[in-house]
């Protein structure tokens, strides 16, 4: 079997980041037993870049991939590929990363077709002038694009509308589209480097008397229990996930969790890492 690098998406960190610094959240990282990150969360300030650079190279930690939008919403702070491309691709340079992921689309177009169909052009010919600096630009979905218009799903329609946009496919948020996150990579086989690895799990409804008087507020814990779980502990099918991935030529599988509910992430990534070793991936590492 061909193998990918199982790695860590930085989101799980950032507050990590903010306490220790990147350099030291990265040492930690290699603690852990792993190699490769993807960038998010962080200000790419010459500082923090230069702290990356230098834990890469002291950790032998790959930078897999970074983080930028097209564009930010108007009147947010932050770097975009629109407004800062050369400062971006020098970052990419220096962290001798090849990998770009857009994160989400802007709130303010989502559910409106014809806004969506122009930043999927917009996000083709950004990918088509990064190719040109030897980057790939990855589109990070969550469950808003399997919403279906004339019976296809969003996603579908961003993948059939383009040639050199990438897809990073996060299965959690695949399952809670509506979708096995399996045929998902499937489907995308060749369009898909990266994958976000973590589970899907039902949590437990804790009741009290008052939400049985209001029946509003027992469906709102009712339809809200869906929860971010560490790899093993919820119930998708990881290992199909990760072959499945295999055929489709995925070369990172970065383990994020959007919620550790009050535990340490990095507790959460040991027993995620752990499970993954546990069913025959340790030498993924």
Not at 61 to 71: E, G, H
Not at 188 to 207: E, P, Q, T
């Amino acid at each position: 079997m061909n193998k990918g690098k199982i790695g860590v998406q930085m989101f799980n960190l950032k507050n990590k980041i903010i306490e220790l610094g990147a350099y030291e959240t990265l040492r930690k990282i290699k603690e852990l037993g792993f190699n490769a990150v993807e960038v998010t969360q962080i200000q790419m300030t010459e500082e923090n870049v230069a702290e990356l650079r230098r834990a890469s190279v002291d950790f032998d930690i790959k930078i897999a991939s970074i983080s930028a939008p097209l564009d930010t919403m108007p009147g947010m702070p932050g770097e975009s590929l629109a407004k800062d491309f050369d400062k971006i691709v020098n970052d990419c340079r220096i962290l001798d990363c090849n990998f770009i992921r857009i994160g989400m689309m802007p709130i303010t177009l989502m559910g409106q077709k014809d806004k969506v169909m122009e930043y999927i052009h917009t996000a083709e010919e950004m990918a088509e002038r990064l190719a040109e600096y030897g980057i790939e630009l990855y589109y990070h979905n969550h469950h808003i694009e399997f919403e279906k218009y004339d019976n296809e799903c969003l996603l579908d329609i961003m993948k059939n509308n383009t040639t050199k946009l990438g897809f990073e496919l996060d299965v959690h948020w695949a399952q809670r589209g509506g979708e096995n996150p399996i045929n998902v990579i499937k489907r995308f086989a060749g369009r898909v480097s990266l994958i976000h690895l973590k589970d899907y799990r039902i949590g437990h409804m804790d009741l009290t008397a008052d939400d049985f008087k209001d029946m509003g507020k027992f469906m709102q814990k009712f339809t809200n229990i869906i929860e971010f779980a560490e790899l093993g502990q919820g119930n998708l099918d990881i290992k199909g996930i990760i072959d499945a991935g295999v055929e489709s030529g995925v070369q990172y599988y970065l383990i994020e969790q959007d919620d550790t509910y009050g535990r340490d992430p990095f507790d959460c990534l040991k027993e995620s890492a752990d499970y993954l070793r546990e069913i025959g991936y340790g030498d993924w590492f």
